[in-house]
């Protein structure tokens, strides 16, 4: 042994299981750290690749603005690729198609394509001549074309020639609407739009995109440029969404996010810093006999402070790569379900990617809170006096001024309160850490209601392929349904047959509706949504219907609705409904009926919409079969691309929401049975004794049950007082800023975390009392 | 009338080349109102065989009857509400709880049984050990002899027909030991109480109606006066 700090690893050795908790606790503060920021920036990264591919890889856009103002932005150092976007027929009005279907025109620069969407060729290449275009994937297929292929544009002014270089992939838009795309260079694009639109108009309808290097400040620039230009608000467009993810957003939304996350990052910070105090503090105090010892032999307040520090860096050396690990596993299943749940958009994750902002705060974290957390504790061990050490007895007292108070309380009961409240920083600490995973818990379940908000989520009954009469008429025969239902890559083929305005009398009020039939599984769908009457009684009673709730008025169960178009028939509503997935004008209500009612009341046979959910297994062939065997007669309108895009934002939010509060939910398990364990640790010596004097094993459990309920209680107290007040903060810059949407107590919340730290004290007491219960009375006596 | 009886008491350790036998089929009887000193070297198994009799040891081998009840069939949660109604204990260390004041220590064994001590009991026993004046205060603000003289407090407050008394002047000064010793004596002499004493001290064994000497686990009974065995 060359120094006194050569006792380091040797205590180390001789102290291994009671070692063990305090670097447990800086395993799980440095995992928590590691994995919730991990998460965090996997979830930013997960969440710009889907706004990428989605919305496209550009920061700003500038309508209204001359080619002079374009060529001048381009120029600028801060921009890496930019491209005029122009756009004609979007809405499908304008009178454009190719071969009898509807036909979207874009015109665009190269880099559009190549540089700001993602992977968006899927053979060929970007034209290079005016009468050269890209043509979209469902066109490809459905008129089996090929590079090079010459095709015909119907305009209102007649036809024109393009020749195919190339293809495009599908997107949402084209495929519910049915309809085909093509992408022309600018000046093709121009020339078709002079001549058809007849518009003198210098903006072609077009739009100037840009994006700039992520290294520059994309705020300024953008400042810059509108200050350089003279461009009005109006003129310019950010793209708010991927500019907050890459934390360049001005947008006084995404400032109020980026403020809630500083809070959230905040919250978790303490926690960490929190467990490591707390952990290392129930240590030294385990052992002042030691530390008074090692000053009676004559170490110097100093040297015991740096064997203390020294020690706690000695478990960092395990505890800060182990909890590192561990959270970089967690992330690596986290971004590997993301890659198998929603491959379209996540397969670019990477499989074993390292966060390193997490790895690094890990780190830091873990080690300069052992810093901090480990002085304290060492002032304190530096203060033991030789003297203590040697009586051997005097430290091992009670130093405070009041007794328990046994009035109100059993002894066992009253002595367990006590312990809790003797030491009155160990108390803070420990309801500083019962009560932060509770305002953590709290504080990050409002991201749910931000998730709830921002996404819209697949209903039960969302199709995958819709077919729909083009002009809304109950004209898709019935033949058709009984087809599609034997169609073996098809799961569900369900109709509606619509009747819009119909005329009604309702109390001797004359009234329209919108009649819609339901069959078997919409009703099924319904019963979630039943306010009251009966589904039962629409499906089998002929002349029966549902409302749907409208805050206009809605007829209510028990009134008569006379429908007075051809001749006059009663419908008794049975049910009312709370809302439906159809929405129309405000003075217009809804009433649902199954199809016998509806084929009587108006004498329309056949559906005005067939809609498809198909087998998972299904493929695209499968679809380009149902397609061929629909026709051209209907809108076939497939929908599978944007329900995907909607599955993938709430696979990447709700993986990494969800999974941060099962972590918080898990910590805070963790963190009290480890709190407790530790806080029993301490006073292991004197429970045995108890036990010699008489203290039976049920009464030494209500005495470690009270001791923790008594940091349960004010702890929950604190918690959810604080809690609540984070919630309602983070809750009005979240949803209230954007949505209105005012703030309510997160009952349920509360009743969860609170049931949770409930459930983790009843976990956390039995563990020690095991412990004491084997420990030899007589081998602890005889120690001290 | 017999309080404590002993039969082929044995206790091993370890097993193997490291098997130590600490106590070698020890058998004796102690009777009501005796003050019994059990004196013996250091490792002897005198402490050990203070433990089994308290039922904070389990023996090897044997039987312990305490006022005709067997300790050693009853089940873990009954012996220990055996030991704190019918035994009182006086650690060498005192053992008193440090977060209650004297009154509530010298209590505790009844308050464990979830009663009200009767206060004039309580006032008693203050009175005997001298004590009236500190029933408030903390262990911590004790003396030695104090803290101790509170522990034999709690050892007599439920009247237990036996006191086991692990060297309890072992941590005093002599003055405060003679203290303790004549508390001890008086008290257990006023409730006709029993007393098994271990103590290094030969002077302190001498004030014993009799003396057990173990060595190497062999109990032998001396009888009358340490001094006049032992001389």
Known sequence: MKSYLDLVPISSRLHRKQNRMSIFCIVLAVFLVTVIFGMADMFIRSQIMQARMEDGNWHVSFRNISEEQARLISARPEVEASSWYGVLNYSGEQGYSLQGKNLILCGSEESWITKMQTDMITEGAFPKKDNEALMSENAKTAMDLKIGDLVFVETPVGKFQITISGFLKNVSKTMEEDSYGVFLTTDGFRSIYQQTEKDDSTYFNSIYFVQFSNRCNINNTISDIKAQLGLSGNQVSENTKLLGLLGQSGNSFMLQIYGSAFILFLLVLMAGVMMIASSLNSNVAQRTEFFGMMRCIGATPKQVMRLVVKEAFGWCKFAIPAGVGAGVIVIWILCAMLRYLSPEYFIGMPAFAISFPSVISGICIGALTVFFAARSPAKKASRVSPLAAISGINNKLFHGKKAASTAFFKIDTALGIHHAKSSKGNFVLMVGSFSLSIILFLSFSVTIDFMNHALKPLKPWTPDISIVSPNNSCSISNNLLKDLEENPAVKKAYGRMFAYNVPIQLNGVDKTVDLISYEEHQFDWAKDYLLEGSLQRVQNEVNTGLSVFKQQGTPKVGDTVTFVENRSVDIEIVGTLSSSPFQNVLDVGTIICSENTFRQLTGNTDYTIIDLQLLKSATQKDVDLIHAAVGSEYIFSDERLGNRSVLGSYYSFGLFIYGFMTLIALITIFNIVNSIAMSVSARMKEYVAFRAIGLSNQQMKKMIVAEASTYAVVGGFWGSVLGLLFNKLLYEKMITFYWGEQWKIPFVDLGIILGIVIIAVMIAVNGPLKRIRKISIVDTMSAQ | ?231
Request: charged letters at 25%.
């Open chain 2, 1 to 231: 009338m017999e309080v404590l009886k002993i039969q082929h008491l044995s206790k091993t350790y370890g097993s193997g080349e490291s098997r130590v036998e600490a106590l070698k089929d020890v058998s004796f009887t102690v009777n009501q109102g005796e003050f019994v000193a059990v004196v013996g070297e250091s490792g002897s198994g005198k402490s050990t065989l203070l433990n089994c009799i308290g039922a904070l040891d389990t023996p090897t081998y044997g039987n312990i009857y305490i006022d005709g009840n067997e300790l050693l069939s009853m089940k873990e949660e009954q012996r220990t509400i055996f030991r704190r109604r019918n035994i009182g204990f006086v650690f060498q260390s005192f053992q008193l709880v440090s977060e209650l004041s004297v009154e509530q220590n010298i209590a505790f064994p009844i308050l464990l049984d979830y009663r009200q001590p009767e206060r004039e009991k309580v006032d008693e026993i203050l009175e005997v050990l001298n004590l009236k004046e500190r029933r408030h205060h903390l262990p911590s603000q004790l003396s030695g002899g104090q803290q101790q003289r509170v522990a034999i407090g709690r050892a007599l407050i439920t009247r237990p027909k036996l006191i086991l008394a692990d060297e309890p002047t072992g941590n005093l000064d002599s003055k405060n030991s003679r203290d303790v010793m004549d508390l001890l004596i008086r008290a257990s002499r006023h409730y006709q109480q029993t007393i098994l004493m271990i103590t290094h001290n030969m002077s302190l064994a001498a004030s014993a109606d009799r003396v057990l000497r173990v060595s190497d686990g062999i109990l032998t009974d001396l009888g009358g006066k340490v001094d006049e065995k032992l001389s």
